[in-house]
C-alpha cells in the first residue's frame, strides 16, 4: 500500500528563487513537482504562503545520551530537532562514555538508531574523555560510521595530539572539527574578556584563547591536507585566519552559532546565566565580523551548538552555572526573524547554510533539493504568523535560552523524515 502527501500551492526556493508549486510525496520519496497538479492523495495539505523546503541540517547538536539523560536525550532531542524543522543531525561526542573506543561509538550509534526520530549522524572522539593526549582509534571508529573526529566541549591542548587527530582523519577521508580553545588563556572565565566582563564584575576569556589555537591548527591542517572543520567560530581574528586560510588553499570550513550571529555581549542584562556558553557572547565588533564572514562565505555554514542542561545548572551565577544554551528549536525560525526579513540575507542563502553546505562539506546523504526523485526529508514553515518563543511549547528537556519570549516567524508546520511524521504542529493541518 502507497501512501500519498500533496502539498498544495507550497513555496519552494527553486536556483534561488522562491516558487509556487504542487508536490506529492509518495512514500518516502518526492514523486511530483509541477506549478498545479491534478492527482487525489491520501491527504492533501493546502499550504498557500507556507514555505517547504529540504529538511534543514545540524552539523553541531548534543543529545547527551548516554550520561547526561538529565539534560536532553535521543529521544527529546530529536524531536525539538524535528520542531525546528531539521531532519538531520551531526551528534557530539561529549557523553559518557566518549565514543572514542569502538564499543562505546557502537553504543551510542545503536542507541540513535534506536530513539532518533530525525536522521542522526555520530561524530566519534578524537581521544579518551576527551582530553587524553593519545588519539584513539579513528579508522575504526570511521569503519564503523563516524562521519568525522572531535573532542567538542574540549579545546585539543597540544599541537603534537592535533597532529596525530589530523593525520589519521586524513587517513580516513573524514573532516576533523575543532572546539578551538586554548586552556591556558581561559584563567576561570565565563564571559568575554572585555568591556561587558570589566562592568559585571565577571572573570573574563581572553578572545585569544580561540584564534591562538586556531591560528596553530591551520598551519597544521595544511601540513597533513585534512579536511578542518572550525567550530562555533565567533571572534573577528578567527574570520580574519580562516579568511586568509582560504586563500591560500587550506581546506577549511567553519560554522557559527545562531547567537553569535545575533547577540553579543552588551546584550548580557546581568548575572544571568542564559547568557553563559562557550564560546562567550563576543563584542559588538565580532558580531558584525562573523555576519560578513558568513555573507562573504568565509564562513561556510550554521549549527546551532544546541546545548540543553537542567534548570538547576543554569539556575546558578554566571560563575556557577553549565556552559551552553538549546537552539534546535529556535535556530531558523531566529536568522529568518532577524536576517532574512530584513534582507540582511536572502532565504536561499539562510536555506545554503542550514542545508547544501553541511551536507556538501560533511558529504551527507540527505537532500538539497525539493526535486523529483528526492528522499521526503522535509520541512514546512509558516513564514506569515508571528508567535512567541515559549519554554512550555518546547520538546527538548533543556528551556535554557535567553531567546524564550521573543516574537519570531517561521513556525515548523510540519517535518517529514524520509516521508514519515516526525513532527506536526498542533490543530495546524
Ligand atoms: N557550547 C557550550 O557552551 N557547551 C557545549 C560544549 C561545546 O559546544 O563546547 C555543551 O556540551 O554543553
Ligand atoms: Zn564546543
Ligand atoms: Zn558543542
Do not use: C
Not at 246 to 260: D, F, L, R, Y
Not at 318 to 339: M, N, V
Request: glycine residues 8%.
Amino acid at each position: 500500500m502507497m501512501t500519498t502527501l500533496l502539498f498544495k500551492q507550497v513555496q519552494i526556493v527553486e536556483a534561488d528563487q522562491v516558487v509556487t508549486r504542487d508536490v506529492l510525496v509518495t512514500d518516502d520519496t518526492i514523486t511530483a513537482v509541477a506549478p498545479q497538479l491534478d492527482v487525489t492523495a491520501d491527504r492533501v495539505i493546502q499550504a498557500t504562503g507556507q514555505l517547504l523546503t529540504p529538511g534543514l541540517v545540524d552539523i553541531h547538536g548534543h543529545f547527551r545520551e548516554p550520561g547526561f539523560e538529565y539534560k536532553e536525550t535521543i529521544a527529546t532531542g530529536s524531536r525539538a530537532a524535528a520542531r525546528g524543522g531539521f531532519t538531520t543531525v551531526a551528534a557530539m561526542p561529549n557523553l559518557n562514555p566518549v565514543p572514542a573506543t569502538l564499543s562505546a561509538f557502537e553504543t551510542v550509534q545503536a542507541r540513535n538508531q534506536a530513539s532518533g526520530v530525525v536522521h542522526i549522524a555520530q561524530y566519534g572522539a578524537i581521544s579518551e574523555g576527551l582530553t587524553a593526549d593519545e588519539i584513539g582509534d579513528l579508522p575504526a571508529l570511521a569503519a564503523a560510521g563516524a562521519i568525522a573526529f572531535t573532542n567538542d566541549g574540549k579545546g585539543v591542548q597540544t599541537a603534537a595530539t592535533m597532529l596525530d587527530a589530523m593525520t589519521a582523519a586524513a587517513k580516513v577521508n573524514r573532516p576533523l572539527v575543532a572546539h578551538v580553545e586554548d586552556e591556558s588563556l581561559v584563567k576561570g572565565g565565563v564571559m568575554n574578556l572585555g568591556a561587558r566582563s570589566a562592568e559585571l564584575g565577571l572573570p573574563g576569556i581572553n578572545p585569544l584563547a580561540e584564534s591562538a589555537q586556531l591560528a596553530r591548527d591551520l598551519m597544521l591542517a595544511q601540513a597533513t591536507g585534512v579536511h578542518y572543520h572550525v567550530a562555533h567560530l565567533s571572534t573577528k581574528e578567527s574570520v580574519a585566519l580562516v579568511r586568509l586560510a582560504k586563500q591560500n588553499g587550506i581546506h577549511v570550513t567553519a560554522e557559527v552559532s545562531p547567537h553569535h550571529l545575533l547577540l553579543d555581549e552588551t546584550d548580557i542584562t546581568g548575572d544571568d546565566a542564559l547568557f553563559k556558553m562557550n564560546p562567550p557572547l563576543r563584542a559588538p565588533a565580532d558580531r558584525v565580523a562573523v555576519i560578513a564572514g558568513l555573507l562573504d562565505g568565509t564562513i561556510d555554514m550554521v549549527a546551532t551548538d544546541h546545548a540543553p542542561h537542567s534548570v538547576a545548572e543554569k539556575e546558578r551565577s554566571f560563575i556557577g552555572a553549565a556552559f551552553g544554551i538549546t537552539g534546535i528549536e529556535t535556530s531558523f525560525q531566529l536568522l529568518y526573524t532577524h536576517l532574512v526579513k530584513p534582507g540582511i540575507a536572502t532565504l536561499a542563502q539562510l536555506l545554503t547554510w542550514m542545508n547544501a553546505a553541511p551536507i556538501d562539506a560533511f558529504r551527507l546523504d540527505a537532500p538539497k533539493r525539493v526535486a523529483v526523485g528526492e528522499r521526503a526529508d522535509l520541512a514546512l514553515f509558516d513564514l506569515e504568523t508571528p508567535y512567541q518563543i515559549n519554554a512550555q511549547d518546547f520538546l527538548s528537556k533543556g528551556v535554557n535560552t535567553p531567546f524564550i519570549g521573543e516574537v519570531v516567524y517561521g513556525q515548523t508546520q510540519l517535518t517529514l523524515v524520509a516521508g514519515k511524521i516526525a513532527y506536526q504542529a498542533e490543530g495546524e493541518l
